[in-house]
């Protein structure tokens, strides 16, 4: 499981005291997000009682994308407000920083411009809620997305195992938030999903994220109803709401409409924009250029008329 936190810098007070191994997704002083989940201290009680019924959740999972059918006019406004919640990211081994500058070209005009123009939807100013890359290349993203208002997040803390020593992964925290990053994503071990997502926002995660993105499983529905309820219950008992990102084999548009009727279902409208929701993913984005041509034409078209990078 991976978490994303608001880095602040002094002189704003830290939060109630919790271990710094349980920091999840951290904003920093930079995004936009109007308010920090301060955490809380760590209730024990609270997270060995949790319980999950299994059999309910993945019942409840699997009707989750018959409840609720888009199509035509209405599946365009749901598949370009998903464009709005994409981490648009590049986590490769061999990313080179002109594949980085091509990714933030395309993050800040995510439709081709004809599409725009049928659409109807020049107007809007369309882009991706963030870009997500390594530590290096955090510098050249953020000069690349000045005055877009699109945040830079970075993946620190030893990314994608979290396993090098503590200090070290603190020190890359610091490191990405002088750098100019506005979210780091902080890598965490966990045995249960539910018990790992209450103790990440008693620790002041801003954002839990179902997984890295390299695991053999990664976002699987049945998890993110387990994650969605556990933020739910810490938002009635503390009032702080908390985001949820999705992230890790994400590459079709129906997987996008299946995240968003369970954030819709699950959590309410309010989670259904940028600030407390996201979709980690970088093929997601060619194939809803490929349904929203689509509708605009009647017809699909290759894969390399949507160019990624």
């Known amino acids: 499981m991976e978490t994303r936190l608001k880095y602040v810098p002094p002189p704003p007070p830290p939060p109630p005291p919790a271990s710094p191994e349980r920091a999840l997704r951290v904003l920093t002083a930079r995004s936009s997000r ?11 009680d609270l997270v060995r009682a ?7 959740v993945e019942r409840r999972a699997a009707t989750l994308p018959t409840r609720r059918t888009v199509k035509k006019e209405w599946q ?11 981490d648009l990211t590049t986590l490769q081994g061999d990313d080179t920083p002109t594949n980085v500058l091509r990714l933030c070209a395309k993050a800040q005009h995510p439709l081709r411009r004809d599409l725009v123009a049928a659409l109807g939807v020049a107007d809007l100013g369309l882009t991706v809620g963030a870009v997500c890359v390594y530590h290096a290349f955090v510098p050249i993203a953020v000069q690349a997305l000045a005055r877009s208002g699109i945040p830079v997040a970075a993946v620190s803390t030893g990314f994608p195992a ?5 200090p070290q992964r603190i020190d890359e925290i610091k490191a990405s938030a002088a750098a100019g990053a506005a979210e780091i994503d902080v890598v965490i071990t966990r045995a249960n999903v539910a018990r790992a997502s209450q103790v990440a926002m008693m620790a002041g995660a801003d954002f839990i994220k179902t997984s890295t993105g390299k695991e053999v499983v990664n976002a699987t529905l049945p998890v993110g109803v387990v994650m969605a309820r556990q933020i739910r219950d810490y938002h009635e008992r503390t009032g702080c709401a908390v985001g949820f990102k999705a992230a890790g084999g ?6 996008a409409l299946e995240w968003l009727i369970l954030m819709k279902e699950e959590l309410g409208d309010r989670w259904l924009r940028a600030d407390l929701f996201r979709l980690g993913a970088s093929a997601l984005l060619t194939d809803i250029e490929r349904q929203l041509e689509h509708f605009v034409t009647g017809r699909y078209s290759a894969a390399h008329r949507h160019p990624m990078v």
Do not use: F, V, Y
């Open 162 to 166: 979290g396993l090098s020593p503590l």
């Open 76 to 86: 365009a406004a749901w598949l370009l407000r998903a464009i709005t919640c994409m």
């Open 50 to 56: 949790l319980r999950i019924n299994r059999s309910a």
């Open 34 to 44: 109007p308010e920090r989940n301060a955490g809380i201290p760590l209730d024990l």
């Open 250 to 255: 994400i590459r079709k548009a129906k997987q």
